[in-house]
């Protein structure tokens, strides 16, 4: 428990430059984990994002990027979407030129590798030359090409945690040293192509590996990207300005057509897209006074202004790409595992293959065979696929999701998605759309129907409640009806309220129990009790009935369906249980799997009784003790900033179509991570101890080791690429 006083722990993500594998990744988490003030740290190296959480001054960037740099490495403030991409680019060139060297001269040292093993040459004198030749060409591969694992390898020993690089440069240097040993022999039995392949193969995954984290990356480019400055009202006039300076409060136009830049609250009623951020295909009526997200499209011909509530970096898309940036650098168990694996790996390779060599010699292995031996340990032993086989995939997976409308805040929550086994759905607002839709009415005899609906439109303008929004939209569709200002003569919250109107008297306006105790004879009620019941009456009694529902998204039905082939599901709801019925009528749920006029307490009761793993969506204040309870809450795109704020996963799209999908994926993302997990495990293991039983030439361990790391790379792809 933290003590009175003490200063909450704070978090930070920074970019990380200079890693050239996942080694490096561990060695600077090794080095900064046992720094006083640091509680926690990560560093993903597909996303070269180092997340780090304690105490203020101990993570911030003075702090930190000093020791990061004595390390050989450059800590920065967290790069742009647009600089992330440059940076990817930057590095797929470099490792281009350096695969091009290593493939022009690495292709003449095959081949002359190629003719002394085929037993070509017509002579050893020949033979012995010919094998000095493909030392010559080796020369630049080895020094220029392969310079990067050498860095790396270093600046990993000198964090005193040595991984992949330190194996691969031992057994680069190995194979050169042995094989001018040989020369100097005369003997024409030579390992330069080992290093070479090492060194060439090993610059091709890195590629293939770019490539993939370049297309992993492009996840965040889903999230719109509006224009960097706004139209601000300063001065006593309109003032273009960076959206940096724009401040809360300030005032700004918005022009047709251009993606809105901030968030705010619109002074005017306006047509909104939220195609862009939501994928919802139709423009929505926002009123005045209504909050509008940046991200968002304003329609129609006319400039609207706004109050901007957040500023720049802390608007709805930079929170989201702040968390699917923040999950990126999270660690999953099956990450956690694939590290602990690689971190003891690489020192015991490194242990075999240095004792491979004495201990050979001691069996009565001649000293070439010996050294050959060692050579092998080394590089079969590289764990660049362990390294790779879960950040990739998990890379990949997350990117896929944001694509199909789910975004990710909570670092365990892609492996929880993918074991979930009991759904829980709140009605209103997740499933239904949260706007009642009137289905039937019935008015008292000899009154018109615009007379009707001037009444109820007077009545019910002024009041928030939902089912009174709905009926002033339907009685203001009548042109022919005439505003007239009203008096409020008695309101009682959520049960209706006492008006009067000039030329109609007194009105009341609310639910039956409102009337009744008014006074006011009623008829006897309509047979639609799960529809919501308003009634409207004036100095003469009743006046009209309406009915009206919230209507369920028009993908509902079909996703629960989906749903339900795979999970249980079950609907939770604080609504009286005529509503919840009907709903649950028509999405295909069965009675038993639907719960009506639950508390807040009592829904999080049901979450944590179902089995779990649980995942419950909800949107409003009373869902934030479901989503605490179930093992992983999603939020819809509607929810409120309580809900948002309690749950793991946010939903992007209206309805729930985007969890159907979300879900596939997780599961799929699941099984590419066990796989490859599994693969580089196996390989490493069965490679390591059949290369210290039996002789294994180091060119075949080389393929052997590369083939492993392309495997779990195009592995994870399968993913990025899926249709």
Same mark, same amino acid.
């Given at each position: %428990?933290?003590?009175?006083?003490?200063?909450?722990?704070?978090?930070?993500?920074?970019?990380?430059?200079?890693?050239?594998?996942?080694?490096?990744?561990?060695?600077?988490?090794?080095?900064?984990?046992?720094?006083?003030?640091?509680?926690?740290?990560?560093? &993903?190296?597909?996303?070269?994002?180092?997340?780090?959480?304690? !105490?203020?001054?101990?993570?911030?960037?003075?702090?930190?990027?000093?020791?990061?740099?004595?390390?050989?490495?450059?800590?920065?403030?967290?790069? !742009?979407?647009?600089?992330?991409?440059?940076?990817?680019?930057?590095?797929?060139?470099?490792?281009?030129?350096?695969?091009?060297?290593?493939?022009?001269?690495?292709?003449?040292?095959?081949?002359?590798?190629?003719?002394?093993?085929?037993?070509?040459?017509?002579?050893?004198?020949?033979?012995?030359?010919?094998?000095?030749?493909?030392?010559?060409?080796?020369?630049?591969?080895?020094?220029?090409?392969?310079?990067?694992?050498?860095?790396?390898?270093?600046?990993?020993?000198?964090?005193?945690?040595?991984?992949?690089?330190?194996?691969?440069?031992?057994?680069?240097?190995?194979?050169?040293?042995?094989?001018?040993?040989?020369?100097?022999?005369?003997?024409?039995?030579?390992?330069?192509?080992?290093?070479? %392949?090492?060194?060439?193969?090993?610059?091709?995954?890195?590629?293939?590996?770019?490539?993939?984290?370049?297309?992993?990356?492009?996840?965040?480019?889903?999230?719109?990207?509006?224009?960097?400055?706004?139209?601000?009202?300063?001065?006593?006039?309109?003032?273009?300005?960076?959206?940096?300076?724009?401040?809360?409060?300030?005032?700004?136009?918005?022009?047709?057509?251009?993606?809105?830049?901030?968030?705010?609250?619109?002074?005017?009623?306006?047509?909104?897209?939220?195609?862009?951020?939501?994928?919802?295909?139709?423009?929505?009526?926002?009123?005045?006074?209504?909050?509008?997200?940046?991200?968002?499209?304003?329609?129609?011909?006319?400039?609207?202004? %706004?109050?901007?509530? &957040?500023?720049?970096?802390?608007?709805?898309?930079?929170?989201?790409?702040?968390?699917?940036?923040?999950?990126?650098?999270?660690?999953?168990?099956?990450?956690?595992?694939?590290?602990?694996?690689?971190?003891?790996?690489?020192?015991?390779?490194?242990?075999?293959?240095?004792?491979?060599?004495?201990?050979?010699?001691?069996?009565?292995?001649?000293?070439?065979?010996?050294?050959?031996?060692?050579?092998?340990?080394?590089?079969?032993?590289?764990?660049?696929?362990?390294?790779?086989?879960?950040?990739?995939?998990?890379?990949?997976?997350?990117?896929?999701?944001?694509?199909?409308?789910?975004?990710?805040?909570?670092?365990?929550?892609?492996?929880?998605?993918?074991?979930?086994?009991?759904?829980?759905?709140?009605?209103?607002?997740?499933?239904?759309?949260?706007?009642?839709?009137?289905?039937?009415?019935?008015?008292?005899?000899?009154?018109?129907?615009?007379?009707?609906?001037?009444?109820?439109?007077?009545?019910?303008?002024?009041?928030? &409640?939902?089912?009174?929004?709905?009926?002033?939209?339907?009685?203001?569709?009548?042109?022919?009806?005439?505003?007239?200002?009203?008096?409020?003569?008695?309101?009682?919250?959520?049960?209706?309220? &006492?008006?009067?109107?000039?030329?109609?008297?007194?009105?009341?306006?609310?639910?039956?129990?409102?009337?009744?105790?008014?006074?006011?004879?009623?008829?006897?009620?309509?047979?639609?009790?799960? !529809?919501?019941?308003?009634?409207?009456?004036?100095?003469?009694?009743?006046?009209?009935?309406?009915?009206?529902?919230?209507?369920?998204?028009?993908?509902?039905?079909?996703?629960?369906?989906?749903?339900?082939?795979?999970?249980?599901?079950?609907?939770?709801?604080?609504?009286?249980?005529?509503?919840?019925?009907?709903?649950?009528?028509?999405?295909?749920?069965?009675?038993?799997?639907?719960?009506?006029?639950?508390?807040?307490?009592?829904?999080?009761?049901?979450?944590?009784?179902?089995?779990?793993?649980?995942?419950?969506?909800?949107?409003?204040?009373?869902?934030?003790?479901?989503?605490?309870?179930?093992?992983?809450?999603?939020?819809?795109?509607?929810?409120?900033?309580?809900?948002?704020?309690?749950?793991?996963?946010?939903?992007?799209?209206?309805?729930?179509?985007?969890?159907?999908?979300?879900?596939?994926?997780?599961?799929?993302?699941?099984?590419?991570?066990?796989?490859?997990?599994?693969?580089?495990?196996?390989?490493?293991?069965?490679?390591?101890?059949?290369?210290?039983?039996?002789?294994?030439?180091?060119?075949?361990?080389?393929?052997?080791?590369?083939?492993?790391?392309?495997?779990?790379?195009?592995?994870?792809?399968?993913?990025?690429?899926?249709?």
């Amino acid at each position: %428990m933290q003590a009175q006083g003490e200063p909450s722990a704070k978090e930070a993500l920074y970019t990380l430059n200079g890693m050239w594998c996942t080694s490096c990744a561990l060695a600077v988490e090794g080095v900064l984990s046992h720094r006083k003030g640091i509680e926690s740290i990560s560093v &993903h190296y597909p996303t070269a994002t180092l997340w780090v959480k304690g !105490a203020a001054e101990a993570i911030s960037l003075d702090t930190l990027a000093p020791g990061v740099k004595r390390l050989g490495y450059r800590l920065t403030e967290l790069e !742009a979407g647009a600089d992330a991409h440059a940076r990817l680019e930057q590095e797929s060139r470099y490792l281009s030129l350096r695969l091009l060297v290593g493939s022009v001269f690495g292709m003449w040292t095959m081949l002359a590798s190629l003719l002394i093993y085929a037993g070509a040459l017509p002579n050893p004198t020949i033979e012995w030359v010919v094998a000095w030749v493909s030392g010559a060409f080796s020369i630049p591969v080895v020094a220029f090409a392969g310079w990067p694992f050498y860095r790396a390898g270093l600046r990993t020993l000198r964090a005193k945690r040595p991984g992949m690089d330190v194996l691969v440069t031992l057994g680069v240097w190995s194979a050169v040293v042995v094989s001018f040993g040989l020369l100097w022999r005369g003997s024409a039995e030579v390992y330069f192509d080992t290093a070479v %392949m090492l060194i060439g193969l090993l610059l091709g995954g890195r590629l293939v590996e770019t490539l993939c984290r370049h297309r992993g990356l492009k996840a965040l480019d889903v999230l719109p990207q509006p224009k960097g400055e706004a139209l601000v009202w300063e001065g006593a006039k309109w003032q273009v300005k960076p959206l940096a300076e724009v401040l809360p409060s300030a005032r700004v136009m918005l022009t047709p057509g251009e993606l809105i830049a901030l968030d705010g609250i619109l002074e005017e009623a306006a047509w909104v897209d939220t195609a862009s951020l939501t994928g919802e295909s139709t423009p929505r009526h926002f009123p005045k006074g209504e909050p509008i997200y940046a991200g968002c499209r304003l329609l129609g011909s006319d400039d609207v202004s %706004m109050t901007v509530t &957040h500023a720049f970096g802390e608007r709805r898309l930079d929170r989201l790409r702040d968390q699917m940036r923040h999950y990126q650098t999270q660690k999953g168990e099956l990450q956690k595992l694939a590290d602990r694996f690689a971190a003891w790996l690489s020192p015991v390779a490194l242990i075999l293959g240095l004792a491979t060599l004495p201990v050979g010699l001691l069996l009565g292995l001649g000293l070439e065979d010996a050294a050959v031996r060692a050579l092998s340990v080394l590089v079969v032993a590289c764990p660049c696929a362990v390294g790779l086989a879960v950040p990739l995939a998990s890379l990949a997976g997350s990117g896929r999701l944001l694509n199909q409308g789910v975004a990710l805040r909570d670092p365990a929550a892609l492996e929880t998605l993918a074991r979930v086994k009991t759904i829980a759905l709140d009605k209103t607002g997740t499933l239904t759309q949260g706007e009642p839709v009137l289905v039937h009415w019935a008015n008292r005899e000899g009154v018109t129907e615009p007379a009707v609906k001037a009444t109820l439109y007077q009545a019910a303008a002024n009041s928030q &409640h939902p089912l009174a929004q709905a009926l002033t939209r339907w009685a203001g569709s009548d042109p022919t009806y005439v505003p007239r200002q009203s008096q409020v003569i008695e309101e009682v919250p959520g049960q209706g309220v &006492h008006l009067h109107l000039p030329e109609h008297g007194d009105i009341w306006l609310g639910s039956q129990r409102f009337l009744t105790r008014q006074g006011i004879e009623l008829p006897e009620a309509d047979t639609l009790l799960a !529809a919501s019941e308003v009634i409207l009456a004036d100095a003469q009694g009743w006046l009209g009935s309406f009915y009206l529902e919230d209507t369920p998204y028009k993908d509902a039905a079909p996703s629960i369906q989906s749903l339900q082939a795979d999970y249980w599901v079950v609907m939770l709801s604080g609504d009286r249980p005529g509503a919840v019925e009907a709903v649950a009528e028509r999405l295909g749920l069965a009675p038993n799997a639907c719960f009506a006029e639950c508390s807040p307490e009592a829904k999080a009761r049901l979450v944590q009784g179902l089995p779990g793993p649980t995942l419950f969506v909800g949107d409003g204040v009373n869902d934030t003790l479901s989503l605490a309870a179930a093992d992983i809450g999603a939020a819809p795109f509607n929810a409120s900033d309580a809900a948002r704020e309690g749950a793991a996963a946010h939903l992007l799209k209206p309805g729930v179509a985007s969890l159907v999908e979300g879900l596939a994926t997780a599961q799929a993302t699941r099984r590419v991570m066990l796989q490859n997990l599994t693969l580089s495990a196996v390989y490493n293991t069965l490679a390591l101890g059949l290369v210290i039983v039996m002789a294994i030439p180091p060119l075949v361990a080389v393929l052997a080791m590369v083939a492993s790391s392309l495997s779990v790379t195009l592995n994870a792809a399968r993913l990025a690429w899926r249709d």
